[in-house]
């Protein structure tokens, strides 16, 4: 009799608990929820807005077009019709896997170049368009299906950093398949072996020149610019057309103040990965501070439309406000002040803001 009223008492202390956290101020949106199914058209439509955010959270994408054609080859020779997916790559170092809604999978350049064995390569493939099945419904929960409901509305607002198809990337880039997970595909039972793509054997050749990379940003980290702009450029030189390596290399210059050589390398590197949100704004300021209102207003623009954050949209409102666009400059301080206000960019929009209105 005692054990059942304490099972009784225990149930009912539990209710009341998860009663009160689910009344706590943002907390509802965390608590699991029912799954959300999605139809085929609706898992393409929310896995094409979130691939796009996804690739700019991870560094943009990769445009190796042999690449791709290797990848895509091998998946129709190794996923049955039914499961087949789309693939792209996304140029970051760390190793890791995005099963996206809508058949889409997102691999990242350092995970390809770390794969030396094609039977490994297509074990992976196959392990991938099992987990798209359970892209969505693995990660759904009262956030993740209110951001979906938005993505499906298409009223997302190009300048909002808050919009659905963000909100779900980040839930996205939060649990990706790296670690135990990458090494269960990697292992699964594929017995064919041989040599890996060209493409992708490339991507290990350039391995060293990524390793120069990243010790150049621990140094920049570590308030050392000089040594860090010397090891930026030997990346560089060691790997000359690697948008990632030249992005870097020339934001490094840019808070050198040497506007000219940022410049060059900055351009090279949108040559090369155009529709990366990062070198895309550090050409807009650069355009500022040169007094290029237009031009820093194109890049700006396009800055946001890839990937709204505080700091491109900040920018595009000084690029308006100087341009003589008052109201357009106003409305994005405003948009800021509503979305990070306790920032510090948040707080010189509240002061612009102000100082406007008293005009």
Same mark, same amino acid.
């Given at each position: ?8 008492? @225990?149930? !009912?202390?539990? *209710? ?34 979130? $691939? ?5 959270? %991870? ?9 791709? $054609? ?5 998946? /129709? ?29 997102? @691999? ?6 770390? *794969? /030396? ?6 074990? @992976? ?13 693995? /990660? ?43 090494? &269960? ?5 594929? !017995?064919? &072996?041989?040599?890996?793509? $060209?493409? *992708?054997? *490339? ?38 057309? $690697? ?61 946001? /439309? ?46 612009? %803001?102000?100082?406007? &209105?008293?005009?």
């Amino acid at each position: 009799m005692k054990n059942l009223v304490s099972q009784k008492l @225990m149930r !009912s202390v539990i *209710i009341i608990t998860l009663t009160w956290l689910a009344g706590c101020a943002g907390m509802d949106q965390y608590l699991p929820a029912d799954t959300t199914l999605l139809t085929a058209e609706q898992g393409i439509k929310v896995g094409s807005a979130v $691939e796009d955010r996804l690739l700019q959270l %991870l560094g943009g994408p990769r445009h190796d077009k042999a690449l791709i $054609e290797e990848l895509d080859a091998l998946i /129709r020779q190794e996923v049955g019709a039914s499961d087949r997916f789309t693939v792209s790559v996304a140029d970051k170092s760390a190793a890791a896997l995005y099963a996206l809604p809508g058949n889409r999978v997102i @691999m990242t350049r350092g995970l390809l170049s770390e *794969i /030396r064995d094609q039977g490994k390569l297509r074990a @992976m493939l196959q392990g991938a368009a099992a987990l798209t099945h359970t892209a969505y419904s693995r /990660r759904a929960n009262r956030a993740s299906n209110k951001a979906m409901t938005e993505i499906l509305s298409l009223q997302e607002s190009v300048y909002d950093p808050e919009s659905g198809s963000i909100r779900l990337a980040r839930i996205f880039a939060q649990r990706p398949c790296e670690g135990s997970c990458l090494t &269960s595909l990697l292992q699964s039972g594929v !017995s064919r &072996s041989g040599e890996v793509p $060209e493409p *992708i054997r *490339i991507l290990k050749e350039l391995q060293p020149a990524y390793e120069l990379l990243k010790e150049a940003q621990r140094l920049e980290k570590a308030d050392k610019p000089s040594q860090a702009i010397i090891q930026y450029l030997n990346a560089a030189t060691m790997a000359p057309d $690697e948008p990632q390596i030249l992005g870097s290399l020339g934001m490094a210059y840019l808070r050198a103040g040497e506007l000219q050589t940022a410049r060059l390398n900055l351009q090279k590197a949108v040559e090369l990965q155009p529709d990366y949100y990062m070198t895309r704004m550090g050409l807009g300021y650069l355009s500022l501070q040169e007094g290029k209102v237009r031009k820093a207003n194109d890049e700006l623009a396009e800055s946001v /439309r890839l990937l709204p954050v505080t700091e491109n949209l900040f920018l595009l409102a000084e690029a308006r406000e100087k341009g003589g666009d008052v109201e357009g400059g106003m409305s994005l301080y405003r948009l800021i002040v509503e979305t990070d206000p306790y920032s510090k960019l948040g707080r010189t929009a509240a002061d612009r %803001l102000t100082r406007s &209105s008293r005009k």
